[in-house]
């Protein structure tokens, strides 16, 4: 645990995205982050479709398909500009909902159709209690290689756009706070 610990805080003070071949042929990734705020605190806003957008600043629009929210099985279409596209085209995936496990504070959802090239993606977000009202999130990815595109240039920038989202949370938890107040 140590060492997966210091490997995760690492990767977080370097901005550092590990990626490597994983064992079933995908190409994998991982960025984190420790963030100021308890993870009771991050856990709410992470799990909810509807708050989306306030930590992922790519995304316009979440729309649920089917199924409960929190229930494996559960699918949506998630679209903005997550991705850029030349003809300016909003980017848009339809996920499902593989796991999720209050306990743990982890989930995982599948791309299951896109218009990104992703289809069969798999992303993880993971929260750890990292004591003194902070939380440490690890968010892994893979994907299925894709022709014409070099590995560590799409592991690089998927790390990118999910370190982005890392840091924007504890700013959306201290809006929503604010909010709250007035």
């Known amino acids: 645990m140590i060492g997966l610990l210091s490997e995760i805080i690492w990767r977080t003070s370097t901005g550092m995205n590990m990626a490597y071949q994983g064992k079933n042929g995908k190409w994998e990734g991982s960025v984190g982050g420790l963030i100021d705020a308890p993870v009771d605190k991050v856990w709410p806003l992470v799990t909810q479709s509807k708050r989306l ?3 992922m600043p790519m995304v316009e629009r979440c729309t649920d398909i089917t199924g409960d929210e929190g229930i494996p099985g559960y699918v949506r279409v998630v679209s903005g500009f997550m991705f850029p596209k030349k003809d300016e085209e909003r980017s848009w995936i339809k996920e499902k909902l593989l796991s999720m496990d209050s306990s743990a504070h982890s989930y995982s959802y599948k791309m299951e159709a896109s218009n990104v090239g ?65």
């Open 53 to 55: 957008q306030e930590w």
């Open 118 to 182: 992703l289809d069969g993606s798999i992303n993880t977000l993971k929260l750890v209690d990292y004591g003194e009202d902070s939380t440490l999130i690890e968010w892994k990815f893979e994907i299925n290689p894709l022709e014409g595109v070099c590995e560590e240039s799409i592991i690089d920038y998927l790390g990118f756009l999910y370190k982005s989202c890392i840091n924007r949370i504890e700013g959306a938890i201290e809006v929503a706070a604010h909010s709250k107040k007035v």
